[in-house]
């Protein structure tokens, strides 16, 4: 018997692989492998998503108009030409699937998000990789890969899962080069994590530029990644566009409540900010003491490190080996990273942990 066929583009399509949340032999472990927040979620967003358990029968607004204000108060933006979607991944999908379609290309950078990929070919578009450098966005390389069937190019920024990131003024070069009837999709889900005097203008961008679109999220500094919340803002017309495509329904209740709730707690994303910056610092240095064993760190602007290996140990076996001793990290051979580990900055406890394991695996070998 024979039944239905996929798409050609959609057989094509490499499934999404999360970070692993636990060992094969089911012991308790660190988890580092989602970029999760150690600290947890606000107690604010906590208790406004608990007071929602009494509406479960209620479907929530659509338009999710309070959280969309909220957002705009927050960034001195327009709430109607903010979207809400579930977490910044349908956002992400949304761009591809308002704006390409079979016979159009899409540009990402090498070591992009993964999700890029699949938004793509899920609409039957090419997807075109423009050459990194040392593993961070090349806006030359970029620009040199636009075409006339160019439809969309997709930028991360801090990106993931390299950790590097793109200043101000060339995400405004990278503008400044595109077709106007190109879209350009700056993804921020670590831009929280950034100093103020790193902010890479793209919100100023999408305020006043046609083609610009910037997507955020709840799941990382905010701590909200069970709900899956994320938003996107653009010019009018675009988000318009999307509307056309986005799921009814799509955020829930109790999820918008908790987001607003940790849209006003500055003093939960101040910690998570804080206690990120000093051990993504210690953790970093603590590696780079490894480096005669050929590990190597890329800077990092996120809440994660990518430390590569190019010595005796390699990126496979640490992975294995730092599972056995209870620390959950994500190894990315998909992503043309079989020789890197991508590691969330966790609790102080974690962080020491896990450093201490490497050391020790390291040095096991030499």
């Avoid at 590097?164 to 700056?186: F, K, M, Q, S, W």
Wanted: one cysteine or more; proline letters at 5%.
């Amino acid at each position: 018997m024979t039944g239905p066929s996929p798409k050609d583009w959609v057989k094509a399509i490499h499934p999404y692989v999360p970070g692993k949340s636990a060992t094969g032999s089911g012991m308790r472990a660190a988890k580092l492998s989602s970029n999760e927040n150690p600290l947890g979620t606000s107690e604010k967003a906590r208790a406004a998503f608990a007071a929602q358990a009494a509406g479960l029968e209620r479907y929530p607004d659509g338009g999710a108009t309070a959280l969309r204000e909220s957002i705009a108060q927050r960034h001195g933006l327009d709430p109607d030409r903010i979207i809400c979607g579930t977490g910044s991944d349908e956002v992400l999908h949304q761009a591809a699937g308002a704006f390409a379609g079979p016979g159009d290309e899409v540009i990402y950078v090498r070591y992009g998000f993964a999700v890029y990929e699949i938004a793509i070919r899920r609409v039957g578009a090419t997807p075109v990789i423009a050459p990194d450098r040392d593993y961070a966005t090349d806006v030359d390389a970029i620009l040199a890969a636009v075409t006339e069937r160019t439809r969309v190019v997709f930028v991360a920024n801090p990106n993931n899962p390299t950790s590097t990131y793109t200043p101000r003024e060339e995400i405004a070069r990278l503008h400044a080069g595109l077709p106007d009837h190109v879209l350009l999709v700056l993804d921020q889900a670590y831009a929280e994590y950034l100093e103020d005097d790193e902010d890479d203008g793209g919100l100023a961008l999408a305020m006043s530029a046609s083609n610009v679109l910037v997507t955020r999220t709840f799941s990382k500094i905010f701590g909200l990644a069970a709900e899956r919340i994320g938003w996107g803002y653009a010019a009018a017309p675009i988000i318009d566009a999307m509307h056309r495509i986005r799921l009814p329904f799509n955020v829930t209740i109790a999820g918008q409540h908790a987001a607003i709730a940790a849209l006003g707690d500055e003093d939960f994303v101040a910690s998570s900010r804080a206690h990120n910056a000093k051990w993504r610092s210690w953790l970093t240095a603590e590696i780079d003491k490894l480096g005669n064993a050929g590990l190597r760190t890329l800077e990092s602007k996120a809440n994660f490190l990518l430390v590569l290996f190019n010595g005796a140990v390699t990126a496979e076996s640490a992975y294995h080996s730092l599972m056995e001793r209870g620390y959950i990290v994500r190894w990315l051979p998909g992503q043309g990273l079989g020789h890197g580990l991508r590691v969330s900055i966790g609790s102080e406890e974690e962080t020491r942990g896990f450093a201490a394991a490497l050391r020790e695996i390291v040095g096991e070998a030499a």
